[in-house]
């Protein structure tokens, strides 16, 4: 709507839609994954998994198997240069670039904050909680 003309407007910037930014930046992730070591590997692992929720989302609410989907745009999208997302009429890989869909920067950028930012604190209320069970026990 008006909001995203306005935050396109004022970003000068906009990216790929169609779940095309989560795919590039979960098969990223999976290539960086692979030069670091130890536990920092599944955290990785865990936040790129995470990125797929909005392409999954998209081919579920579009009638599609989110998992064929899935397999098919991140396949494609390591195939390809520039970035890869779902066309919802057809459930097939395409160029959101080519149809003229896309995403606001702003938008996006608040998104990946927001979820560091909630997930800290999710994990901070879960060490509360079984330190203070803990300490029940004891």
Do not use: W
């Not at 990223?28 to 030069?35: A, F, H, P, S, V």
């Not at 998209?58 to 390809?80: F, H, M, P």
């Not at 670039?97 to 999710?122: P, R, W």
Request: aromatic share 6%.
């Amino acid at each position: 709507g008006l909001r995203a003309i306005n935050n396109a407007l004022v970003d000068k910037c906009v990216i790929p839609g169609a779940g095309a930014f989560e795919v590039r930046v979960y098969n990223e992730l999976n290539k960086y994954k692979d030069t670091v070591k130890g536990k920092v590997r599944l955290g990785i692992q865990a936040f790129a998994e995470a990125l797929l929720v909005i392409p999954k989302n998209l081919a579920i609410n579009s009638g599609y198997d989110a998992q064929d989907t899935i397999v098919k745009l991140t396949e494609e999208d390591r195939l390809n240069p520039e970035p890869i997302g779902l066309d919802l009429s057809t459930g097939e890989p395409m160029k959101p670039v080519d149809m003229h869909v896309y995403d606001n920067y702003l938008v996006k950028k608040q998104i990946l904050n927001s979820c560091s930012v909630i997930a800290s604190n999710l994990l901070l209320v879960d060490e509360v909680m079984r330190a203070g069970m803990t300490s029940l026990k004891g």
